[in-house]
DNA sequence: AAATATTTGTGAATTTCTTGACAGAATGCT
DNA sequence: AGCATTCTGTCAAGAAATTCACAAATATTT
């Protein structure tokens, strides 16, 4: 079903329009052509029927696209259907509010357990899961197997912290840590989240905003609307 | 000096030279050559010498770039040297830990107010600011005149919320919020976080990662060494 | 039932982005 | 001081991404 080489930029838009096919589906929407949600999305229906085709043919010419069905297809090409098991590792400021803020099970990813190398956090419950001491984590792999990790520690820890999760069967990490991973595993699958190059981009809009022509605002600012 | 159309490509590739810069800068290395940084940060010495000509001539042949220099005038493009202020609205769990998280003065932004619309939060400190009532905004602007806003709030309130935000001389935006600015006002500067988008990408890549291969990592995943 | 409207999937054209190649300039070694 | 080495800035080639254009298929109207 799946042409072996897609292109990064096809899948990193691939989130986008599975939270706009949500909101259409939300509204009770049922069907929709490449046209229509090309001026929601605000890109090309060229662009949607491209990109689509990577994957194989969800749509019925003369028709459009059925919105429940294609939003599932993108989630199975997603993997959203898989109901893997997560854990996160550090429970400060920027832990407990991904903890509370973010829905995994809407992804596809039970939260099954949180740990925090400093005792005196042990067993403190937030969104109704209690911390666990980091030395809890082989007992608590082996038992639950656990493949994905959302990693909110320093960059100091971060390395033994993958390294000792890479043993315990963690192959995928959401790293808000500001450790490189790949250099180290170059097979582990890693998403690096860094907030500040989004704001420093933001910066540098504001700062050319304010400067000239209130004109040509670069296509990815044009964005999103959602749901949640 | 700027030639006038830099592309998204270059610009969403300055905050990590410039986090790079930073980190080169801590271990006390004074001057770089494109390729050592090339071998640094994974891509080629050609197109980090494509990008900072887009800005200018920061180099000298035979000698390389000095380190302290370039991040001084790449953190001049990305406007970190303004020193304007910022408010964040909304302070529940995200606003709270983006609040302690995020060093805004690193960035070049002072926080200089903390709004939510629950009165019961009004007075309580963050980081050593108080929480305000949101009904204090026009005089804390009129007073303030800060000129970006973080939100996080809720999609449902974000519209009105932006609406008197650019009343009130905001004029960007780092929206965590799902409404989506743009529609309503395409001049304001608007850098919208998704972090599900990156969740899903993940998701993407480990269930891929899985199936077949260990081969062909996607260039943007294999990424960032970098300091805090 | 025929005619007209839509709308997809796809190959080709176009545009954008990245990489390669090298002249010219500065460095540092002997 | 001369010579080999290093390294930038830039132009041109190559690769990748996006858009265009249209045939084939379905839907809708008359």
């Not at 259409?24 to 229906?45: D, F, P, V, W, Y």
């Not at 973010?102 to 039970?110: L, N, R, S, T, V």
């Not at 963690?170 to 991973?181: E, L, M, P, T």
């Amino acid at each position: 079903m799946q042409k072996n080489n897609i292109s990064n930029s096809v899948i990193r838009r691939l989130p986008r329009y599975y939270r706009f096919l949500g909101e259409l589906l939300n509204q009770g929407i049922t069907k929709i052509s490449s046209r229509e949600l090309s001026e929601k999305m605000r890109l090309t229906a060229s662009q949607i029927r491209q990109d689509l085709n990577c994957f194989g043919g969800f749509g019925q010419q003369g028709y459009g696209y059925n919105v429940a069905e294609l939003r599932r297809q993108v989630g199975h090409i997603l993997g959203l259907d898989k109901h893997d098991k997560i854990i996160l590792i550090g429970a400060g400021n920027l832990g407990r509010a991904i903890t509370v803020h973010i829905d995994f099970a809407k992804y596809g990813y039970e939260l099954s357990g949180i740990f925090d190398s400093n005792i005196s956090l042990e067993n403190i419950e937030i969104s109704g899961i209690k911390i666990m001491h980091t030395n809890k984590l082989p007992e608590f792999c082996a038992e639950n197997a656990p493949t994905m990790a959302v990693l909110c520690i320093p960059k100091s820890g971060a390395k033994d912290m993958v390294k000792n999760l890479i043993n315990l069967g963690v192959n995928a990490f959401w790293n808000f840590s500001h450790y490189d991973i790949h250099y180290d595993y170059p097979d582990a699958a890693v998403e690096n989240v860094h907030l500040t190059d989004s704001l420093m981009t933001l910066s540098y809009a504001a700062k050319n905003k304010q400067d000239h022509d209130p004109e040509d605002i670069p296509k990815d600012f044009i964005t999103d609307n959602e749901e949640e």
